[in-house]
T-cell receptor, first 111, second 117 residues
Framework: ETGVTQSPTHLIKTRGQQVTLRCSSQ?????VSWYQQALGQGPQFIFQ???????GRGNFPPRFSGLQFPNYSSELNVNALELDDSALYLC??????????FGAGTRLSVL | DQQVKQNSPSLSVQEGRISILNCDYT??????FLWYKKYPAEGPTFLIS?????DKNEDGRFTVFLNKSAKHLSLHIVPSQPGDSAVYFC????????????????FGQGTILTVHP
């Protein structure tokens, strides 16, 4: 077990709705990265937060946004959901000089 | 553009034999390569890594080989065990892509390894 927890584990939304996914990082880790894993694909980097600031972003539109809180937990927000947003969303936390530790993910289904 | 590719979607191996998982990449700026293992309903778990300045790294039954000229790396598992059955992802770090620590990781599509008893 990595100590990274994500909630909820599963979520069903309809097209056009908004969703918020949550991640608690491992104790002592100040960096959180979010990834989207579509079925049959590897995880794709969405963005990273370091000390409450966005610090690196992948090829995702602005309707994907995030927050990091003083306790280093993080949220991923997706507005105007599209069918293609259906995926497993993974959060990974890391500290200085360490690798990334992943949570079990949130499975989002957009109908 | 698929900068990290795992061209074999699946691999089936007998227990006790060697499993070889392959990964190709196109970005010569990648400076660190990692292998992750993923079981169903769990997040990816770090397995082993290698810096671009090395050509081999070994950890118990797991060895990663890097051929920079061919932009190719492989993971060898010897001997393979049924508990090794999982999806294996190759990932690479681009230090210029922003972010801290291990920054932005680019993943391959994964290879499903099945080890038969």
């Amino acid at each position: 077990e990595t100590g990274v927890t994500q909630s909820p584990t599963h979520l069903i939304k309809t097209r056009g709705q908004q969703v918020t996914l949550r991640c608690s990082s491992q104790s002592g880790h100040n960096t959180v990265s979010w990834y989207q894993q579509a079925l049959g694909q590897g995880p794709q980097f969405i963005f990273q937060y370091y000390r409450e600031e966005e610090n690196g972003r992948g090829n995702f539109p602005p309707r994907f946004s995030g927050l990091q809180f003083p306790n280093y937990s993080s949220e991923l927000n997706v507005n105007a959901l599209e069918l293609d947003d259906s995926a497993l969303y993974l959060c990974a936390s890391s500290g200085k000089g360490e690798g990334q530790y992943f949570g079990a993910g949130t499975r989002l289904s957009v109908l | 553009d698929q900068q990290v590719k795992q061209n074999s979607p699946s691999l089936s191996v007998q227990e006790g034999r060697i499993s070889i998982l392959n990964c190709d990449y196109t970005n010569s700026m990648f400076d660190y390569f990692l292998w992750y293992k993923k079981y169903p309903a769990e997040g990816p778990t770090f397995l082993i890594s290698i810096s671009s300045i090395k050509d081999k790294n070994e950890d118990g039954r797991f060895t990663v080989f890097l051929n920079k000229s061919a932009k190719h790396l492989s993971l060898h598992i010897v001997p393979s065990q049924p508990g090794d059955s999982a999806v294996y992802f190759c990932a690479a770090r681009d230090p210029n892509a922003g972010g801290t620590s291990y920054g932005k990781l680019t993943f391959g599509q994964g290879t499903i390894l099945t080890v038969h008893p």
